[in-house]
């Protein structure tokens, strides 16, 4: 048991392993959004409803914050909405 809160104490503790910490968090939070936008995009273009497609822009928006590297997954839901929009 005392060896347990020692090994605790210097994990909780190591600058090495809170700036990992800090690295990883991001993408926990791209994912879920980048997965949470693209369900309401699925369902914006199935239901044709502009509360999903508010929710998707939420989302996108979101998902663009947490990590740089979602804009590849939202332009090309974007160039689709255009091209709904323009037919």
Do not use: K, N
Request: hydrophobic share 60%.
């Amino acid at each position: 048991r005392r060896a347990g809160l020692i090994a605790a104490a210097l994990v909780a503790l190591d600058p090495m392993l809170i700036w990992y910490s800090q690295e990883a968090r991001s993408y926990a939070a791209l994912v879920f959004f980048g997965a949470l936008a693209l369900w309401f995009f699925a369902r914006a273009l199935r239901t044709r409803s502009a509360l999903d497609l508010g929710l998707w822009a939420l989302t996108s928006a979101l998902a663009l914050w947490s990590h740089a590297a979602t804009s590849f997954q939202h332009r090309s839901a974007v160039l689709e909405v255009l091209a709904y929009l323009e037919s």
